[in-house]
Structure formats: structure tokens, C-alpha cells
């Protein structure tokens, strides 16, 4: 497809337990950012994969929060030893790269639904 | 700290009326000026943006309009359609550093 996928859509898990979401970007997208959106809230910037740079983390909002971009596309959050307070939707979006105005444009996915019990 | 603020969490028009979605923002240093519309269960979509040169950007239905000095955007969609009744946000970027700050989002409902 041409959008932004995510995968799983929805995910239950039991507080302590690891979790990974999934993100495809859109192809030839060299920015990938990941986001999160807890209930009433804004979205929370997390983390941003910028072609083969180094990532920029510094919204990640605990050491238990982690991510990998394998090959500058495909990318992984992991979550370890979940808390309730976890429970939100994430989101990931991508855009092209940091060329000019209209170019940062992000694009999303439509997220996966964590819920920790 | 919420740098982007949507003070009005809902909204509803009348069909055919001018919606006007709000948003503030603190930091100065924001160059670069977004809005996203989303459905439920959706991902947010871009809809239209704007940079701190200009003060209007217009696209069909959809205009937004950028007071720098009171750091203010707001959207206007004329003639709201039942279609636009979806969540709104406003987003922001400083001309340094790679985070877009998002605000909390306005519902709203446009009434046939």
C-alpha cells in the first residue's frame, strides 16, 4: 500500500509483559517519528528516525521505552515490563526528508491500540 | 508543558457555516505551522499548513490564518460540510531541532 501502516492494530497485555508495535513507512520516506496519544490528551512526541543518523529520543518518556529502524525503513517500539499508565494509542508517521517547507509534512498511520491490564 | 494549546476540546456548526478552530502556542522560535484532521480509529491526516513568512494560506474550503505576534493559528472551513466533523489538531515546529509539538485537539461536529 502507499500509506503508513501499523501492526498490530490492537494489542491487550498484562502489566510486567514486553511489548512490540510495528511501523512501515511510506516508501522513500527517510524521516520515521513515533508518537503517543493517551486519553484527552495531545499527541506526545516519542522518538525520530532520520535516515541513518542517530536518533533523536529525547521524548521517550522512560529507559523502559525503546526503538530500532532496520534498513532506514522498517520500525519497532518496544515497551518493556508494561504499566498501565502505557495504555494509549501509538502512533507512527514518516515524512521525506528535511529539504524545505512542505517536505516535513508527516504522514500517519493508523496507529495500534495498547491496552494494559 | 503544553507548548500548543486548543483551549475549545469541542465545537459544533451548522452545515453550510464557517467553522473557526483555534490554537496558541508559547514558544517563539515555532517557524512551521500544521493542521491535521482525524477520524476515529484513524491516523491523523494532513490537511494544511502554513510557515512564519506568510500570515494566510488558503486551500478550497480550508484557510489558515498565523498571528506571529500573538502567537495564534486558528482554521477556517467554509462551508463546513457533515464530512468535516472529525478531531482537529494544530501542530508546530521550531526552525531547529526535529520534534513537532501537537495540541490536545478540537471535536467537531458540523449538524446537517
Known amino acids: 500500500g502507499a500509506g503508513v501502516s501499523q501492526s498490530p492494530s490492537n494489542k491487550v497485555t498484562e502489566k510486567g509483559k514486553d511489548v512490540e508495535l510495528r511501523c512501515d513507512p511510506i516508501?522513500?520516506?527517510?524521516?520515521l517519528y513515533w508518537y503517543r496519544q493517551s486519553l484527552g490528551q495531545g499527541l506526545e512526541f516519542l522518538i525520530y528516525?532520520?535516515?541513518?543518523?542517530?536518533?533523536?529520543k529525547s521524548g521517550l518518556p522512560s529507559d523502559r521505552f525503546s526503538a530500532e529502524r532496520t534498513g532506514g525503513s522498517v520500525s519497532t517500539l518496544t515497551i518493556q515490563r508494561t504499566q498501565q499508565e502505557d495504555s494509549a494509542v501509538y502512533l507512527c508517521?514518516?515524512?521525506?526528508?528535511?529539504?524545505?517547507?512542505?517536505?516535513?509534512?508527516?504522514?500517519f498511520g493508523p496507529g495500534t491500540r495498547l491496552l494494559v491490564l | 508543558d503544553q507548548q500548543v494549546k486548543q483551549n475549545s476540546p469541542s465545537l459544533s456548526v451548522q452545515e453550510g457555516r464557517i467553522s473557526i478552530l483555534n490554537c496558541d502556542y508559547t514558544?517563539?522560535?515555532?517557524?512551521?505551522f500544521l493542521w491535521y484532521k482525524k477520524y476515529p480509529a484513524e491516523g491523523p491526516t494532513f490537511l494544511i499548513s502554513?510557515?512564519?513568512?506568510?500570515d494566510k494560506n488558503e486551500d478550497g474550503r480550508f484557510t489558515v490564518f498565523l498571528n506571529k505576534s500573538a502567537k495564534h493559528l486558528s482554521l477556517h472551513i467554509v462551508p463546513s460540510q457533515p464530512g468535516d466533523s472529525a478531531v482537529y489538531f494544530c501542530?508546530?515546529?521550531?526552525?531547529?531541532?526535529?520534534?513537532?509539538?501537537f495540541g490536545t485537539g478540537t471535536s467537531l461536529t458540523v449538524i446537517p
Open positions: 528516525f532520520q535516515g541513518n543518523s542517530a536518533p533523536d
Open positions: 508517521a514518516s515524512s521525506l526528508s528535511r529539504g524545505g517547507v512542505g517536505q516535513e509534512t508527516q504522514y
Open positions: 502554513i510557515s512564519s513568512i506568510k
Open positions: 501542530a508546530a515546529k521550531p526552525d531547529t531541532g526535529n520534534q513537532f509539538y
Open positions: 516508501s522513500g520516506h527517510t524521516a
Open positions: 514558544n517563539s522560535m515555532f517557524d512551521y
